[in-house]
């Protein structure tokens, strides 16, 4: 049952670590540097891990919280032996946003490479097409040629002036 508990306090520390830091618009890195801490340190205390009595203080000051509440937050101390409730829990639409922000940044970013892989495939396929017109007799080979390579110049055209509309 104590094992439970310190699971909930740590869920609870690390979830009210991840809203404060999105919704104060700064980064993991600025409360990094500001506790004088690595920023994989931040990562364990977002994952539950409570900070040290001197980087509880810093995180207070950096968010310009009561430091007793801080550590109470935290775990470090209990409400009763502090006489305060730890802090509330902040609105997480700021995280959310956020995340949503990231994940859309990372589809935006995948999309653009396999559009951009495509887009080069089928020049290179123009150019090959193209440098067989040389010595093509058939009319239809060469209309095919100068197709591809038509396309290729519309879809590098696309690709070094993207328009605004997604094409998936």
Do not use: C
């Amino acid at each position: 049952m104590k094992r439970r508990r310190n699971d909930q306090h740590q869920q609870y520390w690390g979830d009210w670590l991840s809203r404060s830091i999105a919704n104060s618009g700064k980064t993991q890195s600025e409360l990094a540097r500001f506790a004088g801490v690595s920023d994989p340190q931040v990562t364990r205390w977002k994952a539950g891990q409570a900070p040290s009595d001197e980087a509880s203080q810093k995180i207070a000051d950096f968010f310009k919280v009561d430091r007793l509440r801080l550590a109470v937050t935290a775990g470090r101390i209990s409400e009763e032996m502090a006489g305060v409730k730890r802090l509330p829990l902040p609105d997480d639409s700021a995280q959310r946003s956020a995340e949503r922000k990231t994940v859309g940044e990372f589809v935006a970013k995948r999309v653009s490479k396999d559009r951009d892989r495509e887009v080069l495939l089928t020049a290179l396929e123009a150019l090959n097409a193209r440098d067989t017109i040389d010595g093509a007799t058939d009319e239809e080979v060469m209309a095919e040629a100068l197709k591809r390579t038509e396309d290729a110049v519309v879809a590098l055209g696309k690709l070094l002036k993207p328009s605004r509309e997604s094409d998936t």
